[in-house]
Each structure stands twice: as C-alpha cells, then as structure tokens.
C-alpha cells in the first residue's frame, strides 16, 4: 500500500491505495475495459427475488440471497445453454443501512441493510456471480446521505469536526437560477439559526465535498466495497448537485476535479473498476463527464427519444439522437437505456404493446453505447408512478398475489397483470419478448460489430424506417428498424453500392432468419435487404 494524495479543499490527504497509480486511470479503461462488451441488468433487490431459506426467506422483501438463489435466471455461467437471459453485469440499486425502502438516504456506508441480508451475504452474491462471468456494481450515493447517520446529527453542532462535512448556512443565498423547491432547510432539531442545504429533500442532507473531511470519509467507504467486499465498480448517484456555487446548483465547476480525483482514487484501489454517472441532463452537458470524470453516464436524450419514435412511427428522433451521442463522447463511453427506477415503465410509456416494446428492445441491444436493461423490462412488466409502482415485485409466475416472487405478503403489491406477464409463461413463447431479449443479448455478444463496433446512420427513403451500419474486427452488419406499426413493402431501400454489397452471396439476417433479396446487378441505389417489414420489427443483416 501507498498514499495516494489527494487535494481538498487546500488541504492534502493521504489516503491508503495500492500501488498503482491513477493519474492516468481513464486511460486504463480504453477499448479494452470489460464494461463496453457487457449488457447489465438493473436490480432493485427488494422487489427481484425473496429468499426461500435463511432467516429472511418469506418475509415478503426480496434478498441478497434470493439474488443468489436467481442467479441462473440471469447468467448460468454456461455459455452453451440459452435458457438464461445472458447479462454479463448487474447494478444493485442502494443495500447499505437505510431508514427508507428505496436505500437512498444512507445511515451506514459500510453495512449491508439488515432487510437484504448481511455483509457475508454480499461476499456470497459477488463471488457467485464472478464464477457465471458476472460483475456487480453497487449504485453509490455520494451527494448526500440520511438525515439520521451520526455523522450528520454530530455536524449540528457548529463546534463539531464534522459540522463541514455539510453546507451550513445563517443566511442561504437566494435569486435568480436558484432551484425551484425548498433545498435550504431549518435546522429544527436544534435551534440554533443555522439551514443546512439537501437537495432532494430535508431528510438526505448534502455532503460538502469541499471538506477534507467528508472527501476523505468517501474515498474511505468508496474504497471498502471495492477494496474489501469485490465489488466491481459504482453507479454514481445525483453526481451533477455534487458541489453548488451559489445558485448555481448542477454541473458547477468545481464539481468535475472533485470527480476525476474521485475517479483516480478507484483505479487505484482497482484498475478495473467501473464508474457509471447518473447526469440527468441534455447530451451537451454529460459529455463533460466522460472519460475523466466518470467512466460512463447514461444517455438520457437517447432513452427518451426512443419512445418518442415509436410512439410516433418516426425514425428522426432516435436517428437525430443516435447519431449525437455517437459524435459526442469517446467510442461506446456512453450508457444506454429504455427505462429506470425513476421514470414510467417503458411498457406503459409505450401503450402497453408487446410490439413496441419489442422494436425499444432491438434499438437498445443493436445501437452503441453499454446497454442497460431495468429488471422485468424484458417481460414487458408494467408501472407508473408513484415510484413504489414502477418497482414492483418481479413477475416470475403466474400466480395472482405473490407471483413466484415470496411465499409471504410481499412488501409491495404484485402487478394485477401477472398471470398473463411472468417469466414462466414467456419462457415458453418462441415469440414472447422475453425471448427476444435472450436472442439480442446473445446476438450482441456474439457479434463484436454490435457490441463494440462503429457506428453510421444509412438513409432509407422512408422516414418510418431507421437503419445503420456498426463494424468492427471485420465484420459489418446492417440493422434496419421499422419504428412504425404499418407492414412496410415498397417505398424505402438503401444504396447497396455504398454499403459494398454485391449481387449473390450469402448474406444472413440474424434475428429471424429471414430471407435476403439480392440487389439487381443492373442497379443498386435502392436495396431492399428484406422484402417485407413487420410492424414494429427490427432486423440485422450480416454484411460479410
């Protein structure tokens, strides 16, 4: 071990790493880095699985060892089979110590919440999913934590080493840019003339991470899970309110080297450590994160965009938004994704349609950037706010009340759509989304050109239709999307000439096995690969 010295606030802190350095750690994670071949699968362990044996098993909260206990759902670890969903990393929503049900208020960095279990329990779960070739990463809240961890119930008193560890203010500062909800709160616990700043609400008081203090406390809990526990990385909570200015609330200056100290620190506890940043903002503003600061940031323009073009049967927008982001960070530095813990399934954002659910699936599992699939999204399970609805018990059977996922009460209640939405019925659907989603995992694992290719948009003559051309390691495929519920036949083709395609040959479209026609000899400036498009379809052709 070395110190690694790190300058906050004027001061220098020594904190214990291992002896790589990290000054040039976001070089360390190029082309080569492990996350831009991996999907992941997002988990909000209450609601994934309940443990049938133990000490929690029945008590109708899902558990670090029902995790463990679904492990082959995910990943069996045996690349032959394709009963398994295929993701190759999943990120646990918050399990430390926590007051509330969605963990976000933290009262103890270091200690798993004794509803999911205990420390020991985690080791398991990591060890476990590293012999199925699966890395887990832990959604780390660093902006703030709960009003009730000692740390902030100590810094009350202005006399208190700890009372920098949070913004205090006699008298906060107010006008023009300021956020438009109460972020200044009364100290009312005790009346001393003092607001502290939260963000999010009076109860998740905001660290200062101008204090050395509090920099230190985070690098030291960062470094445990990591250091001691095996995790492989973090994804990094509300990281643009990190440091405010004034009024100046998101994305300050003095945000981005807290971060990249933060993101070098890491990689010097793990060369291989993952950092994915939680930047809610417009594609312009997250760019300023990556590589430096973060790893990765999920594309939020993109999600959105999505929907919004099938929603409409319009390619522009996802196009236009493809094509940003492709132009925007550094090759495959972006995280993408159709649906999160903190917005309407995309099932409901998308009228409840299999079909359209399915066209969001093959854009996501197709398009660049490290994809992200949000649990039960792969079986088109429903929600819409409040929050507790869009994570709501995992559907794994058909059973009306608990669904396979507990055999007690289950802490929120099952979708009243779970016997007709549930893993075991899908499972047996040749077409069922569920399905899909295994065969485009496979297929982008499979096909370096989909998972860590280049990117090209193709024009097709219609704008219902979006396609582009992603190669790598020599091979180039064609993926072309009806974004539409119309049958397309007639009215849109590509330039065969411009994408190198000769009469004859062999090509395969990958997905469905369809049939590929052939461009004329004659001619070649509209090819249609496929002679017909399904509603809401999307297909991949190999190029070779």
Not at 2 to 26: I, Y
Not at 273 to 285: A, K, M, P, R
Not at 312 to 324: D, E, L, V, Y
Request: charged share 25%; with cysteine.
């Amino acid at each position: 071990m070395r110190a690694l010295n790190v300058m906050v606030g004027g001061l220098m802190l020594g904190l214990a790493a291992p002896a790589l350095a990290g000054e040039d750690a976001h070089e360390k994670a190029g082309a080569g880095a492990w996350w831009h071949e991996a999907v992941f699968y997002h988990v909000f362990v209450r609601s994934f699985a309940d443990s049938t044996a133990g000490p929690l098993a029945g008590d109708g909260v899902g558990d670090l060892r029902g995790m463990i206990e679904r492990l082959d759902y995910l990943n069996d670890g045996d690349p032959e089979t394709d009963t398994d969903l295929g993701v190759t990393a999943i990120w646990l929503m918050p399990i430390f110590e926590s007051p509330s049900y969605h963990g976000y208020d933290i009262t103890d960095y270091k200690k798993i919440d004794s509803d999911y279990g205990t420390n020991d329990d985690f080791r398991e779960l990591v060890e476990a999913c590293h012999a199925r070739g699966v890395r887990v990463i832990l959604d780390m809240v660093i902006n703030h934590c709960s009003w009730d961890h000692p740390w902030f119930r100590e810094s009350i008193d202005p006399l208190s080493e700890k009372h920098d560890w949070f913004v205090w203010e006699k008298t906060p500062p107010t006008g023009e840019g300021a956020p438009g909800h109460t972020v200044w709160h009364d100290n009312f616990r005790d009346k001393n003339g003092q607001f502290y700043y939260g963000f999010f609400w009076h109860g998740m008081p905001d660290f200062n991470a101008r204090s050395a203090g509090a920099t230190e406390a985070i690098f030291d809990f960062s470094r445990f899970w990591i250091d001691e526990m095996g995790a492989d990385g973090y994804r990094l909570d509300a990281i643009r309110h990190l440091i405010e200015d004034g009024v100046v609330w998101a994305n300050a200056d003095e945000t981005f080297p807290w971060l990249e100290r933060y993101n070098a620190y890491l990689k010097s506890v793990n060369p291989e450590c993952f950092t994915v940043g939680e930047i809610w903002d417009e594609t312009e503003i997250v760019k300023r994160y990556i590589p430096k600061s973060v790893d990765s940031a999920f594309e939020f323009t993109t999600c959105f965009a999505t929907a919004e073009a099938i929603n409409t049967g319009r390619s522009a927008p996802i196009a236009n938004a493809m094509s940003n982001a492709w132009g925007a960070y550094e090759r495959g530095r972006y995280a993408t994704f159709i649906g999160n813990h903190d917005m309407d399934r995309v099932m409901s954002r998308l009228g409840g349609s299999e079909a359209k659910a399915k066209c969001a699936a093959t854009i996501l599992l197709t398009a660049p950037g490290v994809p992200f699939v949000y649990y039960g999204e792969e079986i088109g399970m429903v929600g819409v706010k409040p929050d507790e609805d869009i994570r709501t018990p995992m559907q794994w059977t058909g059973e009306p009340e608990r669904a396979g996922f507990t055999t007690g009460e289950p802490w929120r209640a099952v979708n009243p759509d779970a016997p007709e939405v549930n893993v075991e019925r899908q499972a047996g659907r040749p077409a069922s989304l569920l399905r899909l989603y295994k065969t485009l995992i496979r297929l982008r694992q499979d096909n370096p050109a989909l998972s860590r290719g280049s990117f090209e948009l193709v024009e097709t003559g219609d704008e219902r239709v979006l396609a582009f051309v992603r190669e790598a390691d020599g091979q180039r495929v064609l993926v072309v999307v009806n974004v539409s519920g119309d049958e397309i036949v007639d009215g849109w083709g590509v330039d065969a000439g411009a994408l190198g395609v000769e009469a004859g040959g062999g090509l395969r479209e990958l997905i469905h096995g369809a049939m590929v026609y052939w461009p004329d000899r004659g001619g070649q400036d509209s090819w249609r690969p496929l002679g017909v498009l399904g509603p809401n379809t999307g297909y991949v052709v190999d190029l070779r």
